[in-house]
């Protein structure tokens, strides 16, 4: 595999988690990298990096300071995991990521490819990260169709030398030439990828079944009186966990309606529609208020919103920004 080593060293990014070998840092790219583009992870590391440098910084951070620094990269429980297995470092191995593949899967959140990664790319050990990039180019340059088999035959591909720089050739392969649509002209190892001769490029890797789609369709209630807004308060379980929400679904009086733009966003397997009615009510006794808080437009910027809801919020602000500019408000 020299070719693709070779190739690697001369076309790989430039991307920030690369400059050191820092298991914190691998970790935490790694773990952003997970159903996230690079170019939108890049602004993220980084300001995560500047706010929480290390282990201890993380396991010493509140929780809402974390989710702030997630707020808008979706998939929450990826960073309550960080900050759960931050704290587990520091209680269980003084702070210091171990090196040990065993060991790395006994920290919450870290699974079998973030253990992977950490102990090739920071500790130099000869294993394959494989992720959805990796899998695709294995499976094609080996043409190999069983899943179960990808890790295994990915490591078999390393050199004992310095084998993270295939392991990472492998990613970058899988994430800017053998992309779901393969560039196999410009490819470096076309010659011996087995896809390719036998012209199954595009039918590997086999597709998995995914989860049907499942459409919700949820009307948003903002109600805004004495210049505050009422928020539903965040759940403590569930993929919402911890995320603030304006109330959906609910009864109010008659009253004059404005409304805000349509949002759609989709996460895990569910695709909504949020149609957001901004309503100023003269009172607020049709209002049971057990389970929902009041803050103003300030104060709920400090606050870290689901997706959806962090859209409305910021059409919110510029609704009322002109509507203020036009002295209505
Ligand atoms: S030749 Fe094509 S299919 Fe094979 S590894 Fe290269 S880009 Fe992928």
């Known amino acids: 595999m020299k070719v693709l080593n070779d190739w690697f060293l001369k076309h790989k990014r430039d991307l920030p988690w690369r400059k050191k070998r820092d298991p914190y840092a691998t970790w935490i790219a790694e773990v952003m990298l997970q159903q996230t583009g690079v170019l939108?992870?890049?602004?993220?590391?980084?300001?995560?990096?500047?706010?929480l440098p290390d282990i201890h910084?993380?396991?010493?951070?509140?929780?809402?300071t974390v989710l702030k620094l997630w707020e808008g990269l979706g998939y929450y429980s990826r960073a309550r995991n960080l900050l759960k297995g931050a704290i587990y470092i520091v209680e269980n191995f003084q702070g210091n990521i171990?090196?040990?593949?065993?060991?790395?899967?006994?920290?919450?959140?870290?699974?079998?490819?973030?253990?992977?990664?950490?102990?090739?790319?920071?500790f130099?050990?000869?294993?394959?990260?494989?992720?959805a990039n990796v899998a695709r180019f294995i499976s094609r340059f080996l043409a190999l169709e069983d899943k179960s088999l990808f890790e295994q035959e990915a490591t078999k591909l390393l050199p004992d030398k310095d084998p993270w720089i295939v392991a990472e050739a492998m990613i970058e392969m899988g994430a800017t030439i053998c992309r779901k649509k393969p560039d196999c002209l410009a490819c470096p190892v076309?010659?011996?990828c087995l896809a390719f001769l036998q012209n199954r490029q595009y039918e590997l890797p086999l597709p998995t079944k995914r989860a049907a789609t499942t459409y919700l369709e949820k009307t948003v209630i903002i109600i805004c009186f004495k210049d505050h807004f009422l928020l539903k308060n965040p759940e403590e379980k569930g993929v919402m966990a911890d995320l603030w929400e304006f109330p959906t679904d609910?009864?109010?009086p008659e009253c004059i309606r404005h409304n805000l733009p349509i949002q759609k966003h989709s996460f895990t397997r569910y695709s909504v529609t949020l149609t957001p009615y901004l309503i100023f009510p003269e009172n607020i006794n049709f209002l049971e208020q057990r389970g929902f808080s009041w803050y103003s437009i300030e104060q709920m910027k400090n606050l870290t919103f689901s997706a959806g809801h962090k859209r409305i919020l910021n059409e919110l602000e510029?609704?009322?920004?002109?509507?203020?500019?036009?002295g209505i408000l």
């Open 318 to 326: 510029n609704y009322l920004k002109n509507r203020l500019s036009q």
């Open 98 to 122: 171990p090196s040990d593949r065993d060991l790395l899967q006994t920290i919450p959140g870290i699974g079998p490819y973030t253990s992977a990664a950490i102990a090739t790319f920071s």
């Open 57 to 64: 910084s993380l396991a010493a951070a509140p929780k809402e």
């Open 190 to 192: 076309q010659k011996s």
């Open 124 to 131: 130099g050990q000869k294993i394959a990260a494989v992720d």
């Open 40 to 51: 939108v992870v890049i602004p993220y590391f980084e300001r995560w990096m500047k706010a």
């Open 250 to 252: 609910i009864a109010y």
